[in-house]
């Protein structure tokens, strides 16, 4: 399902995307160059590791193509989206920023299903507790 974000990647552009270490770590030993922590990672205002942002998209966000030059190694939060945990609301919600979100989503059983991956991620990669 690569095709269905042409033309579009809005949730590349000014990315808030958390990052695990594992996260950190296989992009790092996978990516086509060199390449450090520092280059794509943040540290956000609760202390963790966040992808950095180049000129107002993803470090890794290709403008000219509109994709993601690590999509196979792609953080597991992209991978997960648009299906993204509201700690306010404590629950998983569909991002309103994505405009097809039924396309990667279509019922809810995928939707219960991810949930329970997206809060395994939270909780052990994380170490977020609810
Ligand atoms: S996941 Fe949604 S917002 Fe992101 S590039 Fe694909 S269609 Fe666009
Ligand atoms: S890592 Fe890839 S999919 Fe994730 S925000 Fe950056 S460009 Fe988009």
Do not use: A, W
Request: charged content about 30%; aromatic content about 10%.
């Amino acid at each position: 399902m690569t095709n269905v974000c042409l033309d579009c990647g809005k949730c590349c552009l000014e990315t808030e995307m958390i990052l695990s270490q594992e996260d950190v770590k296989r992009i790092i030993n996978n990516f086509e160059g060199e390449i450090e922590q520092e280059d794509f990672c943040n540290i956000s205002s609760d202390g963790f590791l966040q992808l950095r942002n180049n000129d107002h998209h993803c470090y890794f966000f290709d403008t000219l193509t509109k994709t993601c030059i690590i999509y196979d190694t792609r953080p597991q939060g992209c991978k997960f989206y648009p299906l993204i945990y509201n700690m306010k609301e404590d629950k998983c919600v569909l991002d309103e920023d994505c405009p097809k979100p039924s396309v990667f989503y279509p019922n809810i059983n995928e939707r219960k299903k991810t949930c329970l991956e997206i809060i395994k991620f939270l909780k052990n990669q994380l170490k977020i507790n609810f």
